[in-house]
T-cell receptor, first 116, second 115 residues
Framework: NAGVMQNPRHLVRRRGQEARLRCSPM?????VYWYRQLPEEGLKFMVY????????ESGMPKERFSAEFPKEGPSILRIQQVVRGDSAAYFC??????????????FGSGTRLTVV | AQSVTQLGSHVSVSEGALVLLRCNYS??????LFWYVQYPNQGLQLLLK??????LVKGINGFEAEFKKSETSFHLTKPSAHMSDAAEYFC?????????????FGTGTRLQVTL
């Protein structure tokens, strides 16, 4: 049973380009969470999605960032017109139910985005 | 809203010494508490979690944590550090909202183990 799969592991983009980060949750998990990790800042929540629905996007920047989790296929975190400040590690986690207090998360290995 | 504070961004211990990583939480309702470990260039791995019941929770790799409501703490301990324990450790909290919930993480503590 494969874990949470994220790709690519490393992504380099020039300023102004678009970045697409993909996340396939564990089999049987329909809840996906995206976090961003900046050096010395821990993990910051970005968005929580269930199939075809955004449940909580309170941590998403208002501009340039979007996320989706279609009925078929992986969840996508999309960053348009990247800037140097977007350089970070982006982690996806999944859970089988929405009561994460009981079920917790399973994390992927992350995508490390570098904007040059 | 709930939050966690991890005291000490860096902790260094000698191999064989006690490991103590501190976590204090803030929550208006009973929390669920977690410790995760992150090795370099990897994702986070669950060490242990507290939901309800016994306040002393045992996890993987010899780690354990005790939920102390009176102190709003959930400190992580290991009696004897091993070189392989060198990693970053994150405390996290959530509450049971009955609907959408998410984990809120602390800023992490980097554990160094020396010979």
């Amino acid at each position: 049973n494969a874990g949470v799969m994220q790709n690519p592991r490393h992504l380099v983009r020039r300023r102004g380009q678009e970045a697409r980060l993909r996340c396939s949750p564990m089999k049987g998990h329909s809840h996906v969470y995206w976090y961003r990790q900046l050096p010395e800042e821990g993990l910051k929540f970005m968005v929580y999605l269930q199939k075809e629905n955004i449940i909580d996007e309170s941590g998403m920047p208002k501009e340039r960032f979007s996320a989706e989790f279609p009925k078929e296929g992986p969840s996508i975190l999309r960053i348009q017109q990247v800037v140097r400040g977007d350089s970070a590690a982006y982690f996806c986690a999944s859970s089988p139910r929405n009561q994460v207090g009981i079920y917790g998360y399973t994390f992927g290995s992350g995508t490390r985005l570098t904007v040059v | 809203a709930q939050s966690v504070t991890q005291l000490g961004s860096h902790v260094s211990v000698s191999e064989g010494a006690l490991v103590l990583l501190r976590c204090n939480y803030s929550s208006s309702v009973p929390p669920y508490l977690f410790w995760y470990v992150q090795y370099p260039n990897q994702g986070l791995q669950l060490l242990l979690k507290y939901t309800t019941g016994a306040t002393l929770v045992k996890g993987i790799n010899g780690f354990e944590a005790e939920f102390k409501k009176s102190e709003t703490s959930f400190h992580l301990t290991k009696p004897s550090a091993h070189m392989s324990d060198a990693a970053e450790y994150f405390c996290a909290v959530t509450i049971n909202t009955g609907t959408a919930s998410k984990l809120t993480f602390g800023t992490g503590t980097r554990l160094q183990v020396t010979l």
